[in-house]
């Protein structure tokens, strides 16, 4: 079995890369300056931002390629295992790597931001492709973590450094919105194709076997990361992914309503509530009328 090479610290990262720790819990590497290496696994036990500036090994999560080329942004968040693959032979790595460990952030208000920078959860053919300028901006902010890093430390020291590791993840959000629509290529069929996914569900024996269709189910139909999926989802409607899904649901629920042989109970199993009650409260939230009154106005109709 393979070895797994893991990085719970700056400090073990440093030292795999053959550099110096300037920082115990920041670092920002050239890796052209590291030695050759092999393929391996590594687990990161701290926030790795990845800029590849040529393909040089084929970087996988899980079973899955990153979507990543020349002047990409590859994203990693503490506790993955990624895996660098190649055919077996030397190869140098090139680029830069920004490595923070979770407890740089204790205390700031970027510790309280992160869970807004959903591209850490991202993970297959969801990299960051970055245009000339969007990299130059990238290679700006780490210079001046980098500066910081060779400063000697100071009561400022820390402020800086996380105040543009903030400024650097506040670019790569709008990095990502522009590439929302600029690869409109690549996204283009996925409402289409969730739309599809609802329906086919909705259609199976799926509700009774696994219940309501969740988010990283039909992420995973779609071979895409929830929070990916999700992200996508929200700036192609408007709406967040769950949302979607719900109003999928009220609208299966409508047509089943129609069936006046089958109670509200019953077209609650059905769509995969294990509990009536939790039904008929989405129903109403949505509608603005329960289940009955809905069915006893189209009667009227």
Request: net charge neutral; proline share 3%.
């Amino acid at each position: 079995m393979e070895d797994l090479i893991r990085f719970d610290s700056v400090t073990q990262y440093n030292a795999y890369n053959q550099q110096e720790t300037l920082h115990p819990l920041v670092t920002v590497i050239d890796l052209s300056t590291a030695n050759p290496r092999r393929k391996s696994s590594q687990y990161m036990g701290c926030y790795g931002v990845f800029l590849k500036d040529v393909v040089c090994g084929d970087l996988r999560y899980g079973k899955e390629y990153y979507d990543y080329q020349e002047g990409t942004l590859v994203f990693m968040s503490p506790g993955q295992v990624f895996t660098v693959e190649n055919d077996g032979e030397l190869y140098q790595p090139k680029g830069h790597a920004l490595v923070f460990h979770p407890d740089l952030l204790h205390g700031t208000s970027l510790n309280t931001k992160m869970n807004e920078f959903s591209f850490f959860g991202y993970q297959v053919n969801e990299a960051l492709h970055l245009s000339q300028r969007e990299r130059q901006i990238v290679m700006d902010c780490f210079g001046k973590i980098k500066y910081e890093l060779e400063h000697a430390i100071d009561k400022h020291s820390r402020k800086l450094i996380v105040a543009n590791i903030e400024l650097f993840l506040d670019y790569c959000i709008r990095f990502y919105d522009r590439q929302f629509l600029t690869r409109d290529t690549v996204h283009r069929g996925v409402l289409a194709k969730f739309e599809s996914v609802l329906n086919s569900y909705f259609t199976s024996d799926k509700p009774h076997t696994i219940g309501l269709p969740s988010v990283a189910y039909c992420a995973s139909e779609l071979n895409l990361s929830p929070k990916y999926f999700g992200d996508l989802i929200k700036k192609e409607t408007g709406q967040t992914a769950q949302e979607y899904i719900q109003a999928k649901v009220i609208e299966a629920a409508k047509e089943k309503i129609f069936d006046g042989s089958k109670s509200v109970n019953e077209i609650a199993f059905e769509l995969g509530f294990k509990y009536p009650q939790h039904f008929s409260r989405l129903f109403k939230q949505r509608v603005g009328q329960s289940p009955n009154e809905y069915r006893m106005l189209k009667d009227l109709n």
